[in-house]
């Protein structure tokens, strides 16, 4: 698969995370979580709140941009609804699916986005976490998507706890689910440990192949099969959002 | 009412040394950037700089060495990859990070705005975030008195100077603002001096004709400069696009040791306003 197809796979498969009637969100530099979005909306998730990073409730998101927060992408919305204002709706419990990204991600899902190396002499500063912290421990779910499964991402232990893992969490906060969306697999911590398990591999890719690009020992569940590549009508649906090909941009 | 319109040059000298200034806006958009190039011109120092995910604003500033102090959510340029100035300063220790989170540094914002002392906020638990912010005294676990829930109490951020980009201002600061808003009534009521930068000065009846437009009340502001495409390179909904050339320019010029000929060109090189006609729709 070429970049725009993986990127392809991975908006089919994170776009089937959201269920009609949630409350959705997405931040900063995520033209993937836009897309699975939008098309969450157009296909089977037609009543659910689409609120944009860029503000704009139910945008009819025509194309996206470089940046997530171009108001272009606010298009046919039906209001205006603040950060603030969804981080009141986060604590109240009602955004159900968040989408975040991560540099780094280890076995329990805690991520980093805020430094590699140490805090005080860090080797590479990164950008920081934005709402990581606050959503990944009191959202019911929250996908995570990297476009790069390696074991210098997919690391035995974070640098630095930015988003909270389940062994970061309250008793009250395990009931929460992440899935990890990348570009070779989908995975979960649906087992009583917790720990992350392949739930599938996406097509041309192996179980062995993901098992070693990923730095600790990755479980596989029961149950693991192969991720469905879209449809072609599905397919149309997002290149046609992004004739550009600015989803590709994260594959390196 | 109070005549608060000024110039650029003037409103600038609002800002002293050292002090704590958030912009309004959010990453690319509608960011003060006019003013910001005459805070460079003016050779501020020691800034103190704190928002939920600022972009070009704070990292030109970075790099023409008006900063001691950075607190942000995150510090990027979006899918255009790192804040270059910001990456190396850091990295190099020649400016100090403070990471924090977008949640706690709104909720800092909104505390004091509200004027009270701290703001209780829930998630946070658990993130090695916290444990700076502990050390820094900006954030800390407490109980809630009532039902016993452990939350983060976030210190109240009373910035110095919230400086704003506005669609249209009148001569005694009522603001207007169209389309996304983010922090930016938030900060205006939070800081100790706010300055709006504005597209248009429109006359006072206009307001008065259409008082729910009004977004920012003129008691709140202390200074007006008319700065058409004062958000330049960053977008001004309905009025122009993010202009993405340019700030892949600006990359280039940082990572290529050319920034001091950017500065010269784009902020050093033009005492006056910006004026890109090819910006305007």
Known sequence: MDKLETA?????????????????????????????????????????????????????????????????????????????????????????????????????????????????????????????????????????????????????????????????????????EMTIVSNLGVMNFKNPDRVMQLQSYHPGHSIDEIRRNTGFDLRVAPDVTETPFPEPQIVELIRAMDPDGIRATEFG | MRKALCGLKEAATLVKDGDVLTTGGATFHRAPMEFLREIIRQGKKDLVLVDREPAIDFDLLIGAGCVAKVRAGLLAFELLGFAPNFRKKAESREIITKEGACQPIIAGFRAAAMGI????????????????????????????????????????????????HAHEADEYGNTRIEGPVYEDVIKAKAAKTVIVTAEAIVPNEEFRRKPEATKIPHFLVDAVVHAPNGAYPCSCFNRYDVDYDHIREYIAAVNNDRFGKYLDEHVYGRAGLWTNSKQRI
């Open chain 1, 8 to 176: 392809d796979l991975m908006i089919y498969a994170m776009s089937r995370e959201i269920e009609n009637n949630n409350t959705v969100l997405h931040g900063v530099s995520s033209p993937l979580p836009i897309l699975a979005m939008s098309l969450a909306r157009k296909t089977h998730a037609p009543d659910m709140a689409f609120v944009s990073g860029a503000e704009g409730v139910d945008p009819d998101v025509e194309r996206i941009y470089l940046s997530s927060f171009d108001p272009r992408q606010n298009r046919d919305a039906v209001g205006y609804f603040g950060l603030h204002e969804v981080f009141d709706l986060a604590q109240r419990g009602e955004l159900h699916v968040m989408f975040l990204g991560s540099a780094q991600i280890d076995r329990y899902g805690n991520t980093n986005l805020s430094v590699i190396g140490s805090i005080d002499n860090p080797k590479v500063q990164l950008p920081g976490g934005a709402a990581s912290a606050f959503l990944m421990p009191i959202t019911p779910k929250v996908v995570i998507w990297s476009a790069r499964h390696t074991p210098r991402t997919f690391v035995e232990e974070v640098d630095f706890v930015t988003g909270q893992g389940y062994n970061h969490r309250s008793q009250e906060q395990m009931k929460n």
């Open chain 2, 117 to 164: 002392p701290s703001l209780t906020v829930r998630g946070m638990l658990g993130s090695d975030l916290l444990e700076i912010s502990e050390i820094l005294g900006s954030q800390r676990e407490v109980e809630d008195p009532f039902t016993g829930e452990k939350l983060i109490a976030v210190r109240a951020i009373e910035p110095d100077v919230a400086v704003i």
